[in-house]
Nanobody, 124 residues
Framework: QVQLVESGGGLAQAGGSLRLSCAAS????????MAWFRQAPGKEREIVAADSWGGRSTYYADSVKGRFTISRENARNTVYLQMNLLKPEDTAVYYC?????????????????WGQGTQVTVSS
């Protein structure tokens, strides 16, 4: 069983940057595919970025492509989401998720392990 704890959320101005961290415990993430999802008020939870186990392949939603980067540091058992050029529409609760496997998984139902979420608010 892997436990996930997100951190790094907060308030940023449009055009600014934030880096979210997802610290895992209980299992090493090197065997897990990882992802970041987000949920804005009144909206469905959506995938933002994902990678395959070992970080060999990545996926980004069109809305964040070129601005966000998912990365991992297996030695620290941590996954990151670097968010640059933030926009007010990036405001949401961001969740880290993990699934044991090899490929990039895009659906919420693919993921069995979730963090509690961290709030990101971008002001205009």
């Amino acid at each position: 069983q892997v436990q996930l704890v997100e951190s790094g959320g907060g308030l940023a101005q449009a055009g600014g940057s934030l880096r979210l961290s997802c610290a895992a415990s209980g299992r090493t993430i090197s065997s897990y595919s990882m992802a970041w999802f987000r949920q804005a008020p009144g909206k469905e939870r959506e995938i933002v970025a994902a990678d395959s186990w070992g970080g060999r392949s990545t996926y980004y939603a069109d809305s964040v492509k070129g601005r966000f980067t998912i990365s991992r540091e297996n030695a620290r058992n941590t996954v990151y989401l670097q968010m640059n050029l933030l926009k007010p529409e990036d405001t949401a609760v961001y969740y880290c998720a993990a699934t044991y496997g090899s490929g990039v998984a895009l659906r919420q139902s693919n993921y069995g392990h979730w963090g509690q979420g961290t709030q990101v608010t971008v002001s205009s």
